[in-house]
């Protein structure tokens, strides 16, 4: 979830606290308690759906993170499987677990513990191939569906086993059976080596640096864990990579206009413009072309006492979008430079530079340009 709920949870025991740190993310970690004696019937609380904060925004519909009221009761109650000092370790682990980054030598994915909670069985799997990629495990996948996942050694003698299924108290998936025994060799052909877990293995590299080959993955995973993998398989790892990459900034220029429309309504009199292509509009599609902004600040800074010079100037965008950047700047009293428009386009030409100008024109009031000194490299205006 990405906002409210308007549902309450009563916590009741470590379980309790385990299903509500399972809804809690980063991005969403705002909760109200609410203590209640046993003999109260009910409780004023505020509306939750209308309570909103500033940091609710829609970021990973994947995320699993909500705002609960809860009813709190007491905490000494434990499980009856397990004792008040298990409990509290478990506790500890869940929120390491929570924590977890994906390291070079994956030193967060060494352990397992049966408190140990996950969002789905996609997540518990990947979580399970690190695992056994971390400490060099040799573990077979017996069974997988939505709601049950079970492995064990490839080795029939090793009493490794681990059975995850679908907590039937909250939300997620949990352990039900978790023997971490493992008594066999280290394995150099991992069968949980795939092409997803090495794409989440190589995701942060990445994505700092896409130009990684793919000999260097196969090398960067020979040295880490001592294991071979195909050169076919880290090839597709980096195209899912990519491919989410790429989607990403789609749904960024997807958002153009909700975000062209949240700058006018919360800097009223500032221009926004955005163009599409005409040529795919005309095959059914949507195609971003071209956006300008001028925030009102800053137009009523430059016609409160600025210097009557304009400089005109555009650079490339070098990244996975391209495109050029173009932008006008003023000069105050003490000769610092003072933003007052910019523009992203397709291209520098003509053509992009006198809708450009067209739009600052109208924005600052130029009428014809009479007293302003106009600079540029003159190459394209």
């Known amino acids: 979830m990405n906002r409210p709920s308007g549902k309450y949870y009563e916590i009741e025991s470590d379980e309790g606290v385990r299903t509500l740190l399972s809804l809690v993310s980063d ?8 203590v209640v004696d046993e003999c109260e019937l009910s409780i004023n609380v505020h509306n939750i759906v209308q309570h909103i904060e500033s940091n609710i925004v829609e970021l990973d519909a994947a995320t699993d993170c909500s705002s609960n009221d809860s009813e709190e009761h007491g905490y000494q109650s434990c499980d009856s499987s397990d004792n008040s000092d298990s409990e509290s370790d478990s506790l500890e682990l869940l929120h390491t677990q929570k924590e977890r980054k994906i390291s070079d030598k994956l030193t967060e994915y060494k352990e397992l513990h049966k408190s140990m909670t996950f969002k789905d069985i996609p997540e518990a799997k990947k979580f399970i191939n690190l695992y056994s990629l971390a400490n060099g495990y040799g573990l077979k996948q017996l069974k997988s569906c939505p709601q049950k996942l079970r492995y064990r050694c490839l080795d029939e003698d090793c009493p490794i086993v ?9 939300p997620g998936v949990k352990f039900k059976t978790l023997k971490e025994e493992y008594k066999c060799n280290t394995v150099y052909d991992n069968h949980r080596m795939n092409a997803k877990t090495i794409a989440a293995y190589f995701k942060r590299g990445l994505q700092d640096n896409p130009r990684i080959k793919i000999k260097e993955m196969m090398t960067s995973v020979k040295a880490a864990f001592n294991i071979n993998v195909s050169h076919s398989m880290c090839k597709r790892a980096k195209k899912m990579i990519l491919e989410k990459m790429e989607g990403s900034f789609a749904d960024e220029y997807n958002k153009l206009e909700a975000y062209a429309n949240e700058l006018r309504s919360s800097n009223p009199g500032t221009d926004v413009v955005i163009n599409i292509s005409k040529d795919a509009l005309s095959k059914g599609k949507r195609r971003f072309l071209r956006i300008y902004i001028c925030f009102h600040a800053l137009k009523m800074g430059f016609k409160s006492g600025l210097r009557l010079f304009i400089g005109l100037d ?11 950047l173009l932008v006008v700047v003023a000069q105050d009293s003490r000769r610092h430079f003072y933003p007052l428009a910019w523009a992203v386009v397709d291209k520098e030409t ?3 530079w006198s809708w450009f100008l067209r739009l600052l024109q109208h924005s600052l009031d130029l009428k014809m340009g009479e007293g302003i000194t106009f600079i540029s490299d003159m190459q394209k205006v």
């Open 314 to 324: 555009g650079t490339f965008l070098k990244g996975k979008c391209k495109g050029q």
């Open 27 to 34: 991005q969403f970690n705002v909760i109200d308690f609410f």
């Open 162 to 170: 681990c059975h995850i299924f679908k907590d039937s108290k909250g």
């Open 350 to 352: 003509k053509v992009t």
